[in-house]
C-alpha cells in the first residue's frame, strides 16, 4: 500500500514538525528519552495487527506463536536486568500498571499512603479524581518543609496513624534516593503491602546507579519510556508469590488484548539497558543533572532568587525553586522555551502560586545523554539555563547557542524523515 506521505499528507506533515522539534531543540522534560531506531521498527510493525489476550503459552486466540517468543524474550530480560522473580510486561502505560497493582494488593475501600502529589508524587499514588483516590482510602505523607526531604520518621508516624493497606514509595518529582529497607520496615510495622512504583529512576536502577527496591518491595512497578529510555508502557515486576495476581490484575483486571508490538519493543529496550553503552549513558544522565544543579546554585542565579531544591540531585532530574524569583514556573518555561529548552513547569511543596503557574521547573538530562551529550555539553546546556532564569536574558543568542549544541550532536542522523 501506498506511503504515510501519500494516504495522509496532513498526519506526515506533523511527525516531520515533531522529527524537526525534537532534532533542533534541547528535550529535558525529565519523564521522556529519544528511543532507538529498533524501537521504533518493533513498534511500527506487523505485531500492532494481532490480538493476543492471556498470556504465552495460555492465549485466547490462534496464531500466536511469534508474538508468545516475543513476550517470552521481554518477561525473561526484565526479570534478569531487574533480579526479579515475576515479570508481566502487558501494561499499556505507568498508569494501568499502577491500576493493576493496586486491585491486586487492596480491595477498594482499603487505606493507601503515597507521597502527596503536591510534594512530587504521582495521581495514581491516591490523587482524589484519580482511580486510586476514587477507589481507596487515599493518604499523602509530605516532605520535610525544610528540607525538602523525605523523612522516613515521618513516613512511619503518618504509617502508624493511617494503617494502609498499601504503603507507596515512588515519585514524579524528587531528586534524591529513597530508603527502600526503612520503607520495608515501616509496611512490615504496621501490617501493609509495600509497593514501589520506579517509573522516573527505573533506568538508574537498571545500571546499577540508584539503590534497587526490588529486594525490598512486594511489587514494583515502572514505565519503560523515561530513564529507561524504551516504548512508552508499563512493566511490574514481584515476588513470585505475588504472580498470579498481578498477571489476573493486568488480564482480564485492567485490559484487554496486550499490545505486542509495544512488548516486542520493550523486549528491545530491555536488551539495550543489558550493554555496557547503557551504564554509560546513564552515567552521563546524572552527570548532567549534577552539572545543572551546581551551576543554579551559581552566585548570578542565586542573586536573582533561584535555588535548588535539597541543593543537588542524585538523580536525572534537577528541581529548579523560583519562590523567590519574579519569573513564576509558567514564565520560566516559555522563557526556556524561546531559547529551544523543552522543561515543564512544576510546584514546589507548599507552592504559594496557583497550580497552572507554579513556582518550579522540572529539569530532566536523560533525553540529551541519549542524543550522546557528555560533560562538556550539559555544561554548555547549563550555562544557557542559568542565563534564561535571569530577568532581561538575551533569548536570541541562547537559542543560537542551542542550535550549535544540537547541531553538533545530530538525533536521529539515520532517519529521512519519519
Ligand atoms: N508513575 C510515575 C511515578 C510517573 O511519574 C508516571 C508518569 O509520569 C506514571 C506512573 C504514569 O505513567 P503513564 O504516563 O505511562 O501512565
Redesign the pocket.
Known sequence: SAPLSEVDPEIAAVLQQELDRQRHTLEMIA?ENFVSRGILEAQGSVLTNKYAEGYPGKRYYGGCEAVDIAEDLARDRAKELFGAEHANVQPH??????AAVMMALANPGDRILGLSLAHG?????GMKLNFSGKMYEAHAYELNPETFLIDMETVRARALEVRPAVLIA???AYSRHLDFAAFRAIADEVGAKLWV????FAGLVAAGLHPSPVPYADVV???V??TLGGP???LILCKSEYAKKIDSAVFPGQQGGPLMHVIAAKAVAFKAAMQPEFIDRQQRTIEGARIIAERLGQPDVVGAGVSVLTGGTDVHLVLVDLRNSEIDGQTAENLLHEAGVTVNKNAVPNDPRPPMVTSGIRIGTSALATRGFTAKEFNEVADIIAHALIPGSDLAALRARVHNLTDSIPLYSNLENW
Open positions: 519523564s502505560s505507568g498508569a494501568t500498571a499502577n508524587g504521582h495521581l495514581t499514588h515512588g515519585w514524579s512504583d520506579m517509573a522516573h512497578s515502572t514505565t519510556h523515561k512508552r508502557s508499563g
